[in-house]
T-cell receptor
Framework: GQQVMQIPQYQHVQEGEDFTTYCNSS?????IQWYKQRPGGHPVFLIQ?????EVKKQKRLTFQFGEAKKNSSLHITATQTTDVGTYFC??????????FGKGTRLHILP | DTGVSQDPRHKITKRGQNVTFRCDPI?????LYWYRQTLGQGPEFLTY????????KSRLLSDRFSAERPKGSFSTLEIQRTEQGDSAMYLC???????????FGPGTRLTVL
Protein backbone atom coordinates (compact mmCIF):
# COMPACT_ATOMS: atom_id res chain seq x y z
CA GLY A 1 0.00 0.00 0.00
CA GLN A 2 0.94 3.66 -0.15
CA GLN A 3 3.70 4.69 2.25
CA VAL A 4 5.15 8.01 3.28
CA MET A 5 8.62 7.82 4.77
CA GLN A 6 10.10 10.70 6.69
CA ILE A 7 13.71 11.11 7.76
CA PRO A 8 15.42 11.65 10.05
CA GLN A 9 13.32 10.46 12.98
CA TYR A 10 15.18 12.74 15.40
CA GLN A 11 17.43 15.75 14.93
CA HIS A 12 19.39 17.61 17.57
CA VAL A 13 20.86 20.93 16.45
CA GLN A 14 22.56 23.81 18.15
CA GLU A 15 20.48 26.97 18.22
CA GLY A 16 21.32 28.93 15.11
CA GLU A 17 22.12 25.89 12.98
CA ASP A 18 20.00 24.82 10.03
CA PHE A 19 17.61 21.86 9.99
CA THR A 20 16.12 19.80 7.18
CA THR A 21 13.56 17.00 7.16
CA TYR A 22 12.74 14.88 4.12
CA CYS A 23 9.57 13.14 3.07
CA ASN A 24 9.31 10.41 0.42
CA SER A 25 6.16 8.80 -0.92
CA SER A 26 5.91 5.43 -2.63
CA UNK A 27 3.30 6.88 -5.01
CA UNK A 28 2.76 10.15 -6.83
CA UNK A 29 0.92 12.68 -4.71
CA UNK A 30 -1.71 15.23 -5.67
CA UNK A 31 -0.46 17.48 -2.89
CA ILE A 32 1.57 17.44 0.29
CA GLN A 33 0.98 19.31 3.52
CA TRP A 34 3.33 20.02 6.39
CA TYR A 35 2.30 20.23 10.03
CA LYS A 36 4.08 21.08 13.27
CA GLN A 37 3.20 19.50 16.59
CA ARG A 38 4.59 20.95 19.78
CA PRO A 39 5.12 18.61 22.75
CA GLY A 40 1.70 17.93 24.29
CA GLY A 41 -0.08 19.73 21.48
CA HIS A 42 -1.92 18.84 18.31
CA PRO A 43 -0.74 19.15 14.70
CA VAL A 44 -0.89 22.68 13.31
CA PHE A 45 -0.91 23.32 9.57
CA LEU A 46 2.14 25.02 8.09
CA ILE A 47 1.86 24.85 4.30
CA GLN A 48 0.45 22.98 1.32
CA UNK A 49 2.37 22.27 -1.89
CA UNK A 50 0.52 21.31 -5.04
CA UNK A 51 2.65 21.93 -8.13
CA UNK A 52 5.59 19.88 -9.34
CA UNK A 53 8.84 21.57 -8.30
CA GLU A 54 7.03 24.10 -6.13
CA VAL A 55 9.03 26.06 -3.56
CA LYS A 56 7.38 28.13 -0.84
CA LYS A 57 8.94 30.20 1.91
CA GLN A 58 7.63 31.29 5.28
CA LYS A 59 10.22 33.49 6.98
CA ARG A 60 12.99 31.03 7.96
CA LEU A 61 11.13 27.97 6.61
CA THR A 62 11.53 26.76 3.02
CA PHE A 63 9.33 24.01 1.61
CA GLN A 64 9.97 22.12 -1.61
CA PHE A 65 7.91 19.65 -3.63
CA GLY A 66 9.82 17.36 -5.96
CA GLU A 67 9.48 17.35 -9.72
CA ALA A 68 7.93 13.89 -9.64
CA LYS A 69 5.59 14.91 -6.81
CA LYS A 70 6.83 12.00 -4.70
CA ASN A 71 9.14 13.80 -2.31
CA SER A 72 9.27 16.98 -0.30
CA SER A 73 11.51 18.75 2.15
CA LEU A 74 11.28 21.35 4.89
CA HIS A 75 14.35 23.43 5.66
CA ILE A 76 14.65 25.76 8.63
CA THR A 77 17.40 28.35 8.56
CA ALA A 78 19.03 29.49 11.80
CA THR A 79 16.89 27.49 14.19
CA GLN A 80 15.43 29.09 17.29
CA THR A 81 14.12 27.51 20.50
CA THR A 82 10.59 28.18 19.30
CA ASP A 83 11.17 25.72 16.44
CA VAL A 84 11.16 22.79 18.87
CA GLY A 85 8.56 20.18 18.01
CA THR A 86 7.76 17.37 15.60
CA TYR A 87 7.34 18.15 11.93
CA PHE A 88 5.03 15.92 9.89
CA CYS A 89 4.44 15.69 6.20
CA UNK A 90 1.05 14.46 5.00
CA UNK A 91 0.73 13.25 1.45
CA UNK A 92 -2.58 13.13 -0.36
CA UNK A 93 -2.72 10.49 -3.06
CA UNK A 94 -4.65 10.89 -6.26
CA UNK A 95 -7.39 8.64 -4.87
CA UNK A 96 -7.80 11.03 -1.95
CA UNK A 97 -6.00 9.02 0.71
CA UNK A 98 -4.03 11.02 3.30
CA UNK A 99 -0.93 9.42 4.78
CA PHE A 100 1.13 11.12 7.45
CA GLY A 101 4.83 10.46 7.84
CA LYS A 102 6.10 9.42 11.26
CA GLY A 103 7.55 12.86 11.79
CA THR A 104 10.93 14.35 12.58
CA ARG A 105 11.38 15.45 16.17
CA LEU A 106 13.53 18.58 16.36
CA HIS A 107 15.40 19.33 19.55
CA ILE A 108 17.31 22.58 19.93
CA LEU A 109 20.43 22.69 22.08
CA PRO A 110 20.95 26.15 23.62
CA ASP B 1 -13.42 29.65 20.58
CA THR B 2 -14.18 28.77 16.96
CA GLY B 3 -11.68 25.92 16.65
CA VAL B 4 -12.26 22.18 16.60
CA SER B 5 -13.31 20.84 19.98
CA GLN B 6 -13.23 17.30 21.30
CA ASP B 7 -14.83 15.75 24.33
CA PRO B 8 -13.72 14.25 26.62
CA ARG B 9 -10.07 15.27 26.66
CA HIS B 10 -9.12 12.21 28.67
CA LYS B 11 -10.80 8.85 29.12
CA ILE B 12 -9.68 5.96 31.28
CA THR B 13 -11.63 2.76 30.88
CA LYS B 14 -11.36 -0.90 31.66
CA ARG B 15 -10.77 -3.47 28.98
CA GLY B 16 -14.04 -4.64 27.47
CA GLN B 17 -15.95 -1.42 28.09
CA ASN B 18 -17.40 0.75 25.34
CA VAL B 19 -16.33 4.37 24.90
CA THR B 20 -17.65 7.21 22.76
CA PHE B 21 -15.84 10.37 21.75
CA ARG B 22 -17.31 13.53 20.31
CA CYS B 23 -15.85 16.01 17.85
CA ASP B 24 -17.30 19.41 17.01
CA PRO B 25 -15.68 20.73 13.84
CA ILE B 26 -15.33 24.31 12.76
CA UNK B 27 -18.72 25.55 11.62
CA UNK B 28 -19.44 24.97 7.91
CA UNK B 29 -16.45 22.71 7.41
CA UNK B 30 -17.65 19.96 5.10
CA UNK B 31 -14.90 17.47 5.81
CA LEU B 32 -14.28 15.80 9.13
CA TYR B 33 -11.44 13.36 9.77
CA TRP B 34 -10.62 10.96 12.59
CA TYR B 35 -7.03 9.92 13.30
CA ARG B 36 -5.29 7.86 15.93
CA GLN B 37 -1.84 8.82 17.19
CA THR B 38 0.45 6.83 19.46
CA LEU B 39 3.66 8.03 21.05
CA GLY B 40 6.39 8.76 18.54
CA GLN B 41 4.15 8.16 15.53
CA GLY B 42 2.34 10.33 13.07
CA PRO B 43 -1.45 10.54 12.96
CA GLU B 44 -2.92 7.38 11.43
CA PHE B 45 -5.98 7.93 9.30
CA LEU B 46 -9.12 6.15 10.54
CA THR B 47 -12.05 7.57 8.60
CA TYR B 48 -13.49 10.73 7.13
CA UNK B 49 -16.83 12.35 6.31
CA UNK B 50 -17.95 14.67 3.57
CA UNK B 51 -20.92 16.30 5.26
CA UNK B 52 -22.89 13.36 6.71
CA UNK B 53 -21.51 10.74 4.32
CA UNK B 54 -18.70 8.50 5.54
CA UNK B 55 -16.51 8.19 2.45
CA UNK B 56 -13.66 6.03 3.58
CA LYS B 57 -12.61 3.77 6.42
CA SER B 58 -9.08 2.63 7.04
CA ARG B 59 -8.29 -1.05 7.40
CA LEU B 60 -7.11 -0.03 10.89
CA LEU B 61 -10.76 0.49 11.78
CA SER B 62 -11.91 -2.89 12.99
CA ASP B 63 -15.54 -3.88 13.42
CA ARG B 64 -15.32 -2.61 16.99
CA PHE B 65 -14.99 0.95 15.73
CA SER B 66 -17.86 2.97 14.35
CA ALA B 67 -18.17 6.63 13.48
CA GLU B 68 -21.13 8.82 12.68
CA ARG B 69 -21.82 12.36 11.60
CA PRO B 70 -25.60 12.34 11.60
CA LYS B 71 -26.39 15.90 10.56
CA GLY B 72 -23.15 16.79 8.92
CA SER B 73 -22.04 18.77 11.95
CA PHE B 74 -20.57 17.03 15.01
CA SER B 75 -19.23 13.50 14.84
CA THR B 76 -18.91 10.61 17.27
CA LEU B 77 -16.40 7.79 17.33
CA GLU B 78 -17.38 4.71 19.32
CA ILE B 79 -15.09 1.88 20.30
CA GLN B 80 -16.78 -1.28 21.54
CA ARG B 81 -15.14 -3.88 23.76
CA THR B 82 -12.00 -1.82 24.20
CA GLU B 83 -8.62 -3.50 24.21
CA GLN B 84 -5.32 -2.30 25.67
CA GLY B 85 -4.04 -1.78 22.15
CA ASP B 86 -6.71 0.88 21.65
CA SER B 87 -4.87 3.17 24.07
CA ALA B 88 -3.89 6.21 22.02
CA MET B 89 -4.68 9.84 21.30
CA TYR B 90 -7.73 10.14 19.05
CA LEU B 91 -7.57 13.27 16.94
CA CYS B 92 -10.34 14.92 14.99
CA UNK B 93 -9.71 17.42 12.21
CA UNK B 94 -11.98 19.43 9.96
CA UNK B 95 -11.46 21.09 6.62
CA UNK B 96 -13.56 23.39 4.44
CA UNK B 97 -13.13 21.10 1.45
CA UNK B 98 -10.97 18.38 -0.06
CA UNK B 99 -7.76 20.24 -0.75
CA UNK B 100 -7.68 22.64 2.17
CA UNK B 101 -5.64 22.51 5.33
CA UNK B 102 -6.91 20.42 8.21
CA UNK B 103 -7.62 22.05 11.54
CA PHE B 104 -6.99 19.62 14.37
CA GLY B 105 -8.73 19.46 17.70
CA PRO B 106 -6.88 18.92 20.99
CA GLY B 107 -7.58 15.18 20.92
CA THR B 108 -9.03 12.64 23.32
CA ARG B 109 -6.46 10.57 25.15
CA LEU B 110 -7.76 7.06 25.76
CA THR B 111 -6.18 4.75 28.32
CA VAL B 112 -7.46 1.20 28.47
CA LEU B 113 -6.51 -0.61 31.67
Amino acid sequence: GQQVMQIPQYQHVQEGEDFTTYCNSSTTLSNIQWYKQRPGGHPVFLIQLVKSGEVKKQKRLTFQFGEAKKNSSLHITATQTTDVGTYFCAGRSRDDKIIFGKGTRLHILP
Amino acid sequence: DTGVSQDPRHKITKRGQNVTFRCDPISEHNRLYWYRQTLGQGPEFLTYFQNEAQLEKSRLLSDRFSAERPKGSFSTLEIQRTEQGDSAMYLCASSPSRDNEQFFGPGTRLTVL
